[in-house]
């Protein structure tokens, strides 16, 4: 079974702050995503490796950045924290991008006060 | 990117069955997914339909026509523990990378 592991389940971070969300992956798949998920929105993608240090902006990249220099993991960084930042954030990783399942791992929800 | 449309919340009944419905932009279709998202839970994989036709997977069966942009997910037998989100992903046209769709909530009565 894949697994899909992120660092932290519930983060408190004050506005301004440098934020890092850490997830690892152990099925050697070279795809790996980064999903938001609010309320009424769904999920929305971030960004989205492909190979390591390769990435692709993904429809809301604003205030994010990522990085890819391990092919198991893929950080997302908020550079200054912003309240309209508090979220629910999910990591995936695929073996295909088009036909293969998105693997999650169980979600950071992340608050910035 | 892909414009996915699904219905936002549905209930039904212990032991009944409950379609739920989803509409996607056709040009350059992919292939269309459904996850199950229980609150406070990572979505898990469904189905995957390329191809026209219904695909059955116990309780939970997926369709899909290519032609009409429309895939439903059918849950037969329903139980309790079947109240959860639905959510319906394709990727189409310029964008490789699947859509998710808003999701869809069910609740399931006794």
């Known amino acids: 079974d894949v697994k899909v592991t992120q660092s932290s389940r519930y983060l408190v971070k004050r506005t301004g702050e440098k934020v890092f969300l850490e997830c690892v992956q152990d099925?050697?798949?070279?795809?790996m995503f980064w999903y938001r998920q609010d309320p009424g929105l769904g999920l929305r993608l971030i960004y989205f490796?492909?190979?390591?240090?390769?990435?692709e902006k993904g429809d809301i990249p604003e205030g994010y950045s990522v990085s890819r220099e391990k092919k198991e993991r893929f950080s997302l960084i908020l550079e200054s924290a912003s309240t309209n930042q508090t979220s629910m954030y999910l990591c995936?990783?695929?073996?295909?991008?088009?036909?293969?399942?998105?693997?999650f791992g169980n979600g950071t929800r992340l608050t910035v006060t | 990117g892909q414009n996915i449309d699904q219905p936002t919340e549905m209930t039904a009944t212990e032991g009944a069955i409950v379609q739920i419905n989803c509409t996607y932009q056709t040009s350059g279709f992919n292939g269309l997914f459904w996850y199950q998202q229980h609150a406070g839970e990572a979505p898990t994989f469904l189905s995957y339909n390329v191809l026209d036709g219904l695909e059955e997977k116990g309780r939970f069966s997926s369709f899909l026509s290519r032609s009409k942009g429309y895939s439903y997910l059918l849950l037969k037998e329903l139980q309790m523990k079947d109240s959860a989100s639905y959510l319906c992903?394709?990727?189409?046209?310029?964008?490789?990378?699947?859509?998710f769709g808003r999701g869809t909530s069910l609740i399931v009565h006794p």
């Open positions: 099925m050697d798949h070279e795809n």
């Open positions: 490796s492909y190979d390591v240090k390769m990435k």
């Open positions: 992903a394709g990727g189409a046209g310029g964008s490789y990378i699947p859509t």
């Open positions: 995936a990783s695929s073996l295909s991008v088009t036909d293969s399942p998105l693997h």
